[in-house]
């Protein structure tokens, strides 16, 4: 049977997330990291389609000495914030969100978007380390395009894993929306990939720092200053309800579980339902700034 649950918890908190691993862990256990993960062939993000005009080309710094691909996308009317669009591990990069409504849908509520190729697709710098730093770069790109207005994430699995990371330490991001994203991506791959499973377990032997580093369960209760929801499939092999609503709970956030939905398949069969519950996130994120 499909859980729904929709509450807002008090997370609990310590005293830091976890430290990041040394320069030169992090430099080899990401290189393992990428090296275990699914292979793409690196693909050009085609323009956006005409009907999501206007937009605007750019370049952002990674953070890292490189830059990241991105497009720039307007609101529609009088702008009451701005979202940043992560994508998911796929070969399309920043037009997986051509479709489906997402960037429609906050643009029309007066959001303006950012949609960016992370490190490794389309037009963006090779990966160098853990991609966390390249979202912190984009969010800080985000806050001079948007001229100051209510920071927000929209982030679609690997986009809204690495988006955890960078929100639990960079302030300023007032509010976050997250599809299909697992607690830790050696888990996700664990299930999906048994193949590999004499890999993973030697990444987290090599570098028990990294892996800690990288389990989102230990970020997700220093999110308490942002307005969360998180959405999974009730079919997801990789990301299995309890995992959603494991996150939703630690980081006093509201969750949905979409009956019948695979992997980046829950905005397929409740498109509506999903870009309201976003936008809901967002305007309550804004809203609360304007009451501070």
């Keep these: 049977m499909a859980a729904t649950a929709e509450v807002r918890l008090t997370a609990p908190t310590s005293s830091a997330p976890p430290p990041r691993p040394g320069a030169r862990e992090e430099a080899l256990a990401s290189r393992l990291f990428h090296a275990l993960a699914p292979r793409l062939a690196r693909s050009v993000s085609p323009e956006p389609p005409a009907a999501l005009a206007p937009w605007e080309e750019r370049t952002v710094p990674d953070g890292r000495g490189g830059s990241l691909a991105a497009t720039w996308f307007p609101a529609r009317g009088r702008p009451v914030g701005a979202v940043l669009f992560l994508h998911p591990w796929l070969e399309w990069g920043r037009a997986y969100f051509h479709r489906r409504g997402r960037l429609e849908g906050v643009r029309a509520a007066g ?11 389309g037009a963006s710098a090779r990966r ?19 001229a100051g207005l209510p920071r927000g994430v929209w982030g679609v699995s690997a986009g809204g894993y690495w988006a955890h990371l960078a929100l639990s330490r960079v302030a300023g991001a007032v509010a ?40 989102l369960r230990l970020h997700v209760p220093h999110l308490g200053r942002h ?3 998180y959405v999974s499939g009730e079919q997801d092999q990789g990301v299995p309800p309890a995992d959603t609503t ?10 949905r579980i979409v009956p019948g939905a695979a992997h980046l398949g829950a905005i397929r069969v409740e498109e509506g339902r999903i870009l309201s519950l976003a936008l809901e996130t967002f305007e309550g994120g804004a809203a609360e700034v304007g009451r501070r």
């Design 176 to 215: 976050a929306f997250f599809e299909d994203v697992s607690p830790h991506l050696m888990e996700w791959s664990w299930r999906t990939a048994p193949w590999g499973r004499p890999a993973f377990v030697l990444f987290r032997l090599l570098f028990p720092r990294s892996y800690r580093f990288l389990d």
């Design 128 to 146: 160098r380390g853990f991609s966390d730093v390249a979202v912190a770069a984009a969010l800080a790109h985000l806050a001079e395009g948007g």
């Design 227 to 229: 307005r969360l929801a």
């Design 111 to 121: 959001f303006h978007a950012l949609a960016v190729d992370l490190p490794g697709f």
């Design 246 to 255: 494991a996150l939703a709970r630690l980081s006093g956030a509201r969750s």
